[in-house]
């Protein structure tokens, strides 16, 4: 049998590790995939994300969000200059309807949806909005 | 004598066993209303979820705006025109730990939200009351944080409001 030259046994071996590779960048997609999932998690920016399924805004909203930009040019409070009585009035007008924004989310975290009752723990049997449709198709 | 006192610390402790106890208590018919109502009550959950989720962004995107918007320019402007008072900074450090607090307390109570979410309410429904208990008590702590958030701002509205009138009896 003819020995291989250097070069033929190069050439074999390329293969090999080729599959290497491959397994080995596959290995280390996977682990950093996981790190990355993992502080998305526990930094807490998942419970923020809505872009994640199920969490994505209605269509109302996106309406809203063009509205307001289609509405008045943005106030900009300038950091220097001098200070005048004009320009707290117009301050103040600016920040109140900032205010009146978060004052119009009704009950921010209240404690009624998380209740007994809402929940139906002591009231009677809910039948989940499904099952009932079909028992009434039935 | 020490017959006695023993029964006595006996009794104490039957009475605060009791008392922890029923805190979390519940009775044959709630936990039948859980196993019973378990696929309703994960959906409300959830549902509970997504718009607590759209409250979190849009009441936290609103503090930040106040925040780099007119409450730090202000300060700077306060200090360049030398009207600058303590009130104005420390309402801005309240604010500011506020919406840390907030935003804080807010993951906190998604993530015993989360782990509700994920529970086996059917066979488990004692638990999961408990840790319903839990996510309620998270819950209130950031109710807490928006209205101490809000109250902030009122003080912070206050205090311009105080500025304006410094500021027209400069120029009468």
Not at chain 1, 21 to 43: K, P, Q
Not at chain 1, 106 to 111: D, I, L, R, T, V
């Amino acid at each position: 049998m003819r020995k291989l030259s250097k070069s033929e046994k190069k050439i074999e071996r390329g293969g090999k590790n080729l599959v290497i590779l491959g397994v080995l960048s596959v290995i280390i997609a996977m682990a950093t995939t996981g790190v990355a999932l993992a502080i998305y998690h526990n930094s807490g920016d998942i419970y923020l994300d809505r872009s994640r399924p199920g969490f994505l805004p209605d269509e109302e909203e996106i309406e809203d969000e063009n509205e307001e930009k289609d509405g008045e040019t943005e106030y900009v409070f300038a950091k220097d200059g001098n200070l005048t009585k004009e320009d707290i009035e117009d301050f103040l007008k600016n920040l109140n309807k900032e205010i009146e924004l978060i004052d119009a989310y009704e009950k921010p975290f209240g404690s009624d949806v998380l209740s007994d009752e809402h929940l139906g723990i002591t009231g009677e049997i809910k039948i989940p909005e499904a099952e009932a449709a079909e028992s009434v198709a039935e | 004598m020490l017959k006695r006192c023993l029964l006595v610390f006996c009794g104490v402790l039957c009475l605060l066993t009791c008392a922890t106890g029923s805190v979390f208590a519940i009775s044959a018919e709630q936990k039948a209303m859980i196993a019973d109502n378990c696929t309703v009550i994960r959906e409300d959950l959830k549902k509970v979820q997504r718009s607590d989720a759209r409250a979190r962004v849009y009441l936290g995107g609103k503090y930040e705006l106040i925040l780099n918007k007119y409450v730090t320019p202000l300060n700077v402007r306060l200090v360049e025109n030398s009207l600058s008072s303590v009130s104005f900074i420390e309402n801005q450090n309240t604010m500011a730990s506020n919406k840390m607090k907030f935003a804080n307390d807010y993951v906190e109570y998604q993530q015993r939200l989360e782990e509700l979410v994920s529970m086996d309410c059917k066979n488990e429904s004692e638990a999961f009351y408990k840790k319903l208990e839990e996510v309620r008590t998270k819950r209130k702590k950031v109710e807490q944080d928006v209205k101490e958030m809000r109250n902030s701002l009122t003080k912070f509205v206050e205090l311009v409001g105080k500025l304006k009138e410094t500021l027209n009896a400069k120029t009468k």
